[in-house]
């Protein structure tokens, strides 16, 4: 093989690579980086994401391989601080669902199949938040509830 070759061989090899390495981290650095800047600090930013299947909130990162290959890990409970402001990232990765929380007047909120739908609002209180899917989405959408809890009040009691 000539010179040449050989540096068109590695420039291939190396621009694979970087594709391979270079997507998970543009993809961790827009969430974790990118999004958050984009708030004043102090919002809280909670990413949630509605399986149907089994009725999961979750807040683990739904793509592709991850819906069938293992169950998403069940958020039942989410720690907010009283007064900040919470931004919601929901997203579907399966049918229509739709989020609520009535005790701070927001929702339903339709989050539509393969979208992600943002949401703020201001935790002005704490009591009762209890959240869930709004729109009949399978069999286990009954399962599709869970609550914010206060942090404050939460790390009192232990
Ligand atoms: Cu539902």
Redesign the pocket.
Known sequence: MTNKVIYKEAAAALSVLAILAGLPFLLWYWRNVYVPGKYPPGTQIIHLT?VADGGIWTRDPIVGYSYWWKTPTRVKEIELKQGSHVVLFLSSPDVQ??FSLPNLHVGPVPVPAGHTVEVGFTADHTDELNFA?T????RD?SK?AGQFVDSQSRSAQH
């Open positions: 509605a669902h739709a899917c729109q009949v989405c399978g959408h599709l």
